[in-house]
């Protein structure tokens, strides 16, 4: 079973940043997908950032404010979150992929507001 636990999100003005941290159980060279994912009130989650075999990808609004990025030193996997936004306000999601099998973490509330 694999675990995931979300950290760093919180309260910030409209303009700021903030970096998110996953740790994740085991080793991050097993997983074949991380990323992060996010939810609206009341809408599904949507992808925001992950990487691949293939690369990196981002969700076109989040596109040169955010940053996905590993430490395999530590076992975790990154957000940071630059000129953030109020539309950016959400649950912040950490997701990874072994064969078959994805798993989320259970979220870190992102609230942008001034």
């Known amino acids: 079973q694999v675990q995931l636990v979300e950290s760093g999100g919180g309260l910030v003005q409209p303009g700021g940043s903030l970096r998110l941290s996953c740790a994740v159980s085991g080793s991050i060279f097993s997983f074949s997908t991380m990323g992060w994912y996010r939810q609206f009130p009341g809408k599904g989650r949507e992808l925001v950032a992950r990487?691949?075999?293939?690369?990196?990808e981002y969700e076109d609004s989040v596109k040169g404010r955010f940053t996905i990025s590993t430490d395999s030193a530590k076992d975790t996997i990154d957000l940071q979150m630059n000129s953030l936004k109020p539309e950016d306000t959400a649950v912040y999601y950490c997701?990874?992929?072994?064969?078959?099998?994805?798993?989320y973490g259970k979220g870190t509330p992102v609230t942008v507001s001034s």
């Open positions: 997701y990874v992929q072994i064969l078959r099998s994805g798993y």
């Open positions: 990487i691949t075999s293939a690369g990196t």
